[in-house]
Nanobody, 115 residues
C-alpha cells in the first residue's frame, strides 16, 4: 500500500511563498501523471497542477504563473512551489497519483494566507 505524506503547509502572509512536499513510500512518481488539488469547505476538490511522466506541466488558470509543480525521483517526492500567495489560495491541499491502476491521495495539508 503506497502512502503519500504531505508537509510544508501553514500560515503565510499575502504575497508570500510556501513549498508543499508529498513524499511517497515507494518510487511511484514518473510512471503516471502526478497532480495537486485543493479544497475549501463547501466546495469540490479542484485540480491545480499536473505533472506528466514526460515532465510536461499543466496548471489551472487561477494558479498559472504563481505555482510550479516538480518532482525529485531520488527522494520519491512531489513538490508544489507556491509564490505570490493570495487569501483566495487558503485551502486544504492534496497530492494525488495513479500507480499500477490504483489512485492514491495525500492526507491533505492546510494552507492559510492571511495578514
Amino acid at each position: 500500500q503506497v502512502q503519500l505524506v504531505e508537509s510544508g503547509g501553514g500560515l503565510v502572509q499575502p504575497g508570500g511563498s510556501l513549498r508543499l512536499s508529498c513524499a511517497a513510500s515507494e518510487s511511484i512518481f514518473g510512471d503516471d501523471a502526478a497532480t495537486w488539488y485543493r479544497q475549501v469547505p463547501g466546495e469540490e476538490r479542484k485540480l491545480l497542477a499536473v505533472l506528466t511522466p514526460e515532465d510536461t506541466q499543466h496548471y489551472a488558470a487561477t494558479v498559472k504563473g504563481r505555482f510550479t509543480v516538480s518532482r525529485d525521483p531520488t527522494k520519491n517526492t512531489l513538490y508544489l512551489q507556491m509564490d505570490n500567495l493570495e487569501p483566495e489560495d487558503t485551502a486544504v491541499y492534496f497530492c494525488h497519483v495513479v500507480y499500477q491502476s490504483d489512485a492514491y491521495w495525500g492526507q491533505g495539508i492546510r494552507v492559510t494566507v492571511s495578514s
